[in-house]
């Protein structure tokens, strides 16, 4: 039986040679490919004589690349990414990351997943760990009168510190039962011997206020990592962004992942609040926390 040859047009002979066997072209591409296709044949002359002739620069191919550049593998896909419209990409798009593989068809060969808001199994870790801020080296006998009452409620030295940006009203007598509930069931999900956990408030409200109504929160990072330097613990969990941008405003943590600050493991937590009115989330979060607690001891 004869071998038959197979005629490969020479504007896609260097995909061939470079291992591609399926291209994924519209209208718009394949038109701009005869186009060149065309143009190239009509300069072959021109390119003839100026190959032979000194020149000032180097020849410019009609795609705008230079007459090396045009013959290598890796032309045809620049020239399409420079010539081709670019297509806006969809939220889930966006926020996965991931391209979908083309056959010939043009369809995609797999769907994109949408987006789940569901925790991983464990907390992973930023590598980039920003200095911390400042901390007061005023004595707690120097500290405002409400920051002196939140550290009279810390026994002592305790490897976990739990915080949260309510936390200061749940110590001031403004305390939510329903958040008060969901942490119990959290932090006694997770069989800690006593004295293992301290909550230490990011923000306490800045003067009593005058009436029924609770005075706003005020944060205080110098006096939080003050207390924390004295507390000494092995992991800080903060739940929720505005508790963690209180005193870690550079750190860029997004739930579910921690660093190595200051001496100690900073977790960041989906926020009280958040869980409260979304409550699926709650048993992934203990899963991440039994991860991350499962060598500390007091």
Sequence with gaps: MAVANVAIREDLRPWYQAGVQHLFMDDAVTAWIEQGRREQQTAAPQASALAQAPAAGRPVHSSGLSAAEATTPETPARSIRRQAPRAEKTPVQASSGNHSAFGQSGRASAPVRPVTHEAPAACTMQEDTPPPPQASSMPPEQWPPQWQAAWSKIPGPAPVVWTYWSLGDDLCGNANAERGALLRKIIGSLRL??????????????????????????????????????????????????????????????????????????????????????????????????????????
Excluded at 232 to 250: E, I, M, T
């Design 193 to 298: 011997p006593r004295g293992t956990s301290a909550f230490w408030p990011v923000a306490l409200p800045a003067a009593p206020a005058p009436d029924e109504h609770a005075a706003p929160l005020q944060a205080n990072p110098e006096i939080f990592l003050a207390g924390i330097n004295r507390i000494r613990p092995r992991r800080v969990f903060a739940f929720g962004s505005r508790a963690l941008r209180s005193f870690a405003p550079h750190c860029g943590l997004r739930p579910y992942q921690f660093v190595h600050y200051n001496g100690f493991r900073l977790y960041a937590m989906p926020d009280i609040d958040y869980l409260l009115e979304s409550p699926a989330p709650v048993e992934a979060v203990i899963s991440c926390l039994k991860v991350a607690l499962q060598k500390v001891s007091r």
